[in-house]
């Protein structure tokens, strides 16, 4: 029987992939000097890789 989308996401093996793929990622966008995502105290950052934080604007829809 084959498994559903859903079913493979929930796997170890999955979930090892996507730790070691998004580690990548970000050591390339650190490399690169791209800033990362952050959350302190409910508010959302770019942290980038000198420690420089800047908040970021909510979008107005």
Not at 2 to 16: D, H, N, Y
Not at 17 to 33: C, D, P, Q, T
């Amino acid at each position: 029987m084959e498994k559903s989308v859903l079913q493979l996401t929930q796997t170890p093996e999955f979930a090892r992939r996507l730790k070691e793929s998004l580690a990548k990622v970000a050591a390339v966008r650190a490399k690169l000097g791209l800033p990362k995502a952050v959350v302190i105290e409910g508010v959302v950052y770019r942290q980038f890789p000198d420690g420089r934080l800047e908040p970021v604007e909510p979008r107005k829809m």
